[in-house]
């Protein structure tokens, strides 16, 4: 079989393939779960099929890996150096699709809410999935002295590491293509 896919290309696959019981969505609903947050996953009655969907808070939760996403400004996303001619028109695809689904969504009176895999870093992950708290509800989370953190498991994750492999299962076209 030929080598189609490049360097890049194949270590984001591996990367996938590595991550597949810690990914960030699972993380992040875990703990909207133990804020006593209730939601549905990956609804496909939603534009963009929102990994978390709060009907109750009229709010969705997307969170994207900041490659396949292409996280503008990011560290983390970087164009791949090889095959940019098939990269950078499907990257900027995504990109294109998220805005659209993001401001069909608005239109429909959702709050459209995205966390990056770059802010669930081990050193970033309590302040963002507080904020989250907060985005969702609109109220600050009570704490009991021990920290949001205690209740969900924020050692499943560990280092995120190589942010750049995150698997998007809203992407359906398969890289080998
Ligand atoms: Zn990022």
């Known amino acids: 079989m030929a080598d189609i896919m490049s360097k890049e290309a194949r270590s984001h696959v591996m990367a996938q393939i590595k991550s597949k019981d810690t990914k960030p969505e699972a993380l992040v609903r875990k703990r909207l779960f133990s804020m006593g947050l209730r939601y549905r996953k ?69 709050k459209v809410i995205y966390v990056w895999e770059c802010e669930l870093s081990a050193d970033k992950r309590e302040e963002r999935l507080a904020r989250l708290y907060e985005e969702i509800t609109g109220a600050v989370l009570e704490q009991d002295g021990t920290g949001a953190g205690d209740a969900g498991s924020s050692e499943d994750l560990g280092d995120l590491g190589d942010l750049g492999g995150m698997e998007d299962t809203r992407e359906t076209e398969n890289p080998k293509e």
């Open 42 to 110: 990956n609804d496909k009655r939603y534009p963009g099929r929102p990994d978390i969907v709060l009907p109750k808070h009229k709010a969705v939760v997307f969170v994207n890996g900041c490659f396949w996403h292409a996280h503008e400004g990011c560290p983390h996303f970087r164009m791949p150096k090889s095959r940019p001619e098939y990269w950078e028109p499907k990257l900027e695809k995504n990109k294109a699709r998220d805005v659209v689904n993001a401001q069909t969504l608005r239109e429909e009176g959702w």
